[in-house]
Nanobody, 129 residues
Framework: QVQLVESGGRLVQAGGSLRLSCAASGRTFSSYTMGWFRQAPGKEREFVGGITWSGGSTYYAASVKGRFTISRDDAKNTVYLQMNNLKAEDTAVYYC??????????????????????WGQGTQVTVSS
């Protein structure tokens, strides 16, 4: 299991930008598909976006596509979530998650919480309107 620590969450005004970071432990970070999820009060945890282990292909939820960008630096064992044009409805605790490739021959764009075995503690993002 990889250990994950998120950082970068804070209070930001609507229309602003924020970059979250997720630092991972371990030597096989490049073999993990990384995901970002969020959970607002009273709501279920939802998928935000992901980046695969092979070539770093990215994929996003419709609600954030065009505003959020995920990237990874395998040399630093870190994945990033760049959030632009933030809206009040983006307010949530943001979680980083990891899934090892196991027997995957090709990278799969996993989106379910059940697909990811390692989770960070979360970082709060609050967008004021």
């Amino acid at each position: 299991q990889v250990q994950l620590v998120e950082s970068g969450g804070r209070l930001v005004q609507a229309g602003g930008s924020l970059r979250l970071s997720c630092a991972a432990s371990g030597r096989t970070f490049s073999s993990y598909t990384m995901g970002w999820f969020r959970q607002a009060p009273g709501k279920e945890r939802e998928f935000v976006g992901g980046i695969t282990w092979s070539g770093g292909s990215t994929y996003y939820a419709a609600s954030v596509k065009g505003r959020f960008t995920i990237s990874r630096d395998d040399a630093k064992n870190t994945v990033y979530l760049q959030m632009n044009n933030l809206k009040a409805e983006d307010t949530a605790v943001y979680y980083c998650a990891a899934r090892f490739r196991f027997r995957d021959i090709v990278a799969v764009p996993y989106t379910s919480t059940a697909d990811f075995g390692s989770w960070g503690q979360g970082t709060q993002v609050t967008v004021s309107s």
